[in-house]
């Protein structure tokens, strides 16, 4: 079966440090991935995807991830967080299946807080 | 610009009592599935819909029904709450997986459910 493994529960980091959150999955074929972040009280929103192509992705608010297939790796990044990015992150990873339903794993989720 | 919109965003039932959460998207999705969020446990699929009049079992479909008579609404029904069905539940909704849309998924705002 088909996993997502978030190797970090909870981060704090202060303001301007680098983040690197980890993200690993299971399947071996084809996967679109992506990383959601659920800001406090609200719902989960698309931060980036990888489907294809350049596998380093930028996406919102200067996050980005690299997706290395050898390591089926999908980690995210970011150069100096803000206090706004306090949130909980999560990876997730879809297994395309033409004609069927969106079979998307989440991950356990990283709470990151930043500290002012 | 409504997106996908879940009523109602809080209850508090006592064990045994039963509800229904309904789930709108105004998306024109093919798709649609039920979370739940749990503490350390990330995001679970409960039910999903490939299409109006179909309904299949996720991964922790125990003590929950869906329909979905309509194709932008997609109902979760527990007809007899236990405190195991504590949780914060999360409607999505996404296009057929085909070559153009590749299983990004919009999420609802959430629903907090809580059993006595």
């Known amino acids: 079966a088909q996993s997502v493994s978030q190797h970090n529960h909870h981060v704090i980091l202060s303001e301007a440090a680098s983040l690197e959150l980890g993200c690993n999955y299971s399947y071996g074929g084809t996967v679109n991935l992506f990383w959601y972040v659920q800001y406090p009280g609200q719902h989960l929103q698309l931060l980036l995807k990888?489907?294809?192509?350049?596998?380093l992705v930028k996406g919102i608010k200067g996050f980005e991830a690299e997706f290395i297939k050898s390591k089926f790796s999908f980690n995210l990044r970011k150069p100096s967080v803000q206090w706004s990015d306090t949130a909980e992150y999560f990876c997730?990873?879809?297994?395309?299946?033409?004609?069927?339903?969106?079979?998307?794993?989440f991950g356990t989720g990283t709470k990151l807080q930043v500290i002012p | 610009n409504a997106g996908v919109t879940q009523t109602p965003k809080f209850r508090v039932l006592k064990t045994g009592q039963s509800m229904t959460l309904l789930c709108a998207q105004d998306m024109n999705h093919e798709y649609m599935y039920w979370y739940r969020q749990d503490p350390g446990m990330g995001l679970r699929l409960i039910h999903y819909s490939v299409g109006e009049g179909t309904t299949a079992k996720g991964e922790v479909p125990d003590g929950y029904n869906v329909s979905r008579l309509k194709k932008q609404n997609f109902l979760l029904g527990l007809e007899s709450a236990a405190p195991s069905q504590t949780s914060v539940y999360f409607c999505?909704?996404?296009?057929?997986?085909?070559?153009?849309?590749?299983?990004?998924?919009?999420f609802g705002e959430g629903s907090r459910l809580t059993v006595l």
């Open positions: 999505a909704s996404s296009y057929r997986d085909t070559a153009q849309n590749t299983g990004e998924l919009f």
């Open positions: 990888y489907f294809s192509g350049d596998p």
């Open positions: 997730a990873v879809n297994h395309p299946n033409s004609g069927g339903y969106q079979k998307v794993t």
